[in-house]
């Protein structure tokens, strides 16, 4: 998930990128998944990580990838349009509520 180098795709801009050009119902609502399982592991912080150590610093790159309008947006999506299934709402809405509690998470 980290950032590539030049024009190299990852797996998760190729997955962004399907969502956003997707007329599917249900690859949306799928891919939408995948970023809220993105935003929850990300959000699960081991207790003893040093700040300066190698994987919270790629841990922190990754999360700086999902703090953006475009993510935002889709889990908001997801939520918006989910409404006869309660469990991909309650999805949306705590990976929502995760991004909102980053010190950045509210300037987007």
Not at 12 to 29: E, W
Not at 87 to 106: D, K, M
Request: charged fraction near 25%; hydrophobic fraction near 40%; include cysteine.
């Amino acid at each position: 998930m980290l950032p590539s180098n030049g024009n190299e795709t990852t797996a998760f801009s190729q997955i962004l990128a399907l969502v956003k050009r997707s007329d599917s119902v249900s690859v949306k609502g799928e891919g939408s998944r995948v970023l809220v399982n993105v935003v929850k592991t990300l959000w699960m912080v081991e207790r003893d990580l040093n700040p300066a150590d190698e994987r919270q610093k790629k841990r922190e790159q990754c999360i700086s990838l999902v703090l953006n309008k475009e993510c935002a947006g889709m889990l908001t999506s997801l939520v918006g349009r989910s409404s006869k299934y309660p469990i991909l709402v309650n999805e949306g809405i705590v990976a929502i509520t995760l991004l909102s509690t980053h010190r950045l998470g509210g300037e987007f």
